[in-house]
């Protein structure tokens, strides 16, 4: 079955769901889930921070960043009404 698919029936399983604790249960899980992705990008030792500070600069270096004024700008003028 397409993921797509899957979202759109969890959804509306979701709109439908009356249970509490269940819904609770859900929210954990997300919880839990988002924490867990944050686990996994923080580095663990100095020597994966330092790796990550040189891409950071090197990324900087070659203007692959955006500064948060541009990044606002953009997103005005795409969704602005």
Do not use: C, G
């Not at 889930?33 to 070659?62: C, F, G, H, W």
């Amino acid at each position: 079955m397409d993921i797509a698919v899957k979202k759109v029936e969890l959804i509306e399983w979701l709109a439908r769901l009356q249970d509490e604790k269940l819904i609770q249960r859900i929210e954990n899980l997300k919880k839990a889930s988002a924490k867990e992705l944050y686990e996994q990008r923080m580095p663990k030792t100095s020597k994966e921070l330092e790796l990550k500070l040189s891409q950071s600069n090197k990324d900087i270096v070659d203007a692959k960043v955006h500064s948060q004024e541009n990044v606002e700008r953009h997103f005005e003028a795409r969704f602005k009404k």
